[in-house]
């Protein structure tokens, strides 16, 4: 069995300061890991993914996570918010196998200007 | 263009009125997924399916069916839906990577379901 916890359910930034959202997981298996942004009314889109091949993983729109093992996480960054960053975050872990995937609640980033 | 399309987008029905949400892909993928996403509890998997004729319950399939007869295609059923199934509906499809293990997902761009 696998679990994601996403550790904010709401966080507030200024634009042009960093963003951390915090995602741990708990998984039997050595997992899969991926974070997806849903902008208002849309559907969800794959941000990043971490499959093993490198701990640093950097997706589209400046984001990346860090995979550390011993601390169970894959925190999502940005250097510097943007306003059309706002919008709902979520980790999602996959066990493989019979496993499935496994979203965390997810994270609202508000941009204040 | 590759996507998975949704029918309906939204759809307002009546309790115990049996329905169907369609979800197609055009991506031959194998891997195809629906979740239910609720304020405050993120997307919960209902039902996924690993390739045509293979399905599998997800975290909350109670009061769901869904079907895998062709491989582009995963409809969700609700045979008599009722009020706490209102929600917004998504399929996703992937491929498959080496072992079974999973790639990005593609979404659906939703289904809004009211039942009264």
């Known amino acids: 069995a696998q679990s994601v916890t996403q550790l904010d359910s709401h966080v507030s930034v200024s634009e042009g300061t960093p963003v951390l959202l915090r995602c741990n997981y708990s998984?039997?298996?050595?997992?899969?890991l991926f974070w997806y942004v849903q902008h208002p009314n849309k559907g969800l889109q794959l941000l990043l993914k971490?499959?093993?091949?490198?701990?640093l993983v950097k997706g589209i729109n400046g984001f990346e996570a860090e995979f550390k093992k011993s601390e169970t996480s894959f925190h999502l960054t940005k250097p510097s918010a943007h306003m059309s960053d706002a919008a709902e975050y979520f980790c999602?872990?996959?066990?493989?196998?019979?496993?499935?995937?496994?979203f965390g609640k997810g994270t609202h980033l508000i941009i204040q200007p | 263009e590759a996507q998975v399309t949704q029918n309906p987008r939204y759809l307002i029905t009546v309790t115990g009125k049996k329905l169907t949400v369609t979800c197609s892909q055009n991506?031959?993928?194998?891997?195809m997924s629906w979740y239910r996403q609720d304020p405050g509890l993120g997307l919960r998997q209902i039902y996924y399916?690993?390739?045509?004729?293979?399905?599998d319950k997800g975290d909350v399939p109670e009061g769901y069916k869904v079907s895998r007869k062709e491989k582009r295609n995963f409809p969700l059923i609700l045979e008599s839906p009722s009020p706490n199934q209102t929600s917004l509906y998504f399929c996703?499809?992937?491929?498959?990577?080496?072992?079974?293990?999973?790639?990005?997902?593609?979404f659906g761009p939703g289904t809004r379901l009211t039942v009264l």
């Open positions: 996703a499809s992937s491929l498959l990577g080496a072992s079974g293990s999973y790639n990005e997902q593609f």
């Open positions: 399916s690993m390739n045509v004729e293979v399905t």
């Open positions: 991506m031959n993928h194998e891997y």
């Open positions: 971490y499959t093993s091949a490198a701990t």
């Open positions: 998984s039997s298996y050595s997992p899969s």
């Open positions: 999602v872990g996959a066990g493989g196998g019979a496993d499935g995937l496994t």
